[in-house]
């Protein structure tokens, strides 16, 4: 079976840049304010990822 690609609409990419400002700002706090580097914040992004899209 094969799945249809999505495509955003341009609102759906308006709506998915805020959101990508707010986790990257986030980041950038945690970063900052932990020793959190780099590869422990793509870790856990990815556990979240997992958790709730699998």
Not at 4 to 31: D, H, I
Request: glycine share 2%.
């Amino acid at each position: 079976m094969e799945s249809s690609k999505w495509k955003p609409t341009e609102e759906e990419r308006e709506v998915m840049e805020a959101v990508w400002m707010q986790v990257k700002g986030a980041c950038e706090k945690l970063k900052e304010e932990t020793n959190a580097k780099d590869e422990h914040i793509r870790k856990m992004l990815k556990e979240m990822a997992d958790r709730y899209y699998s």
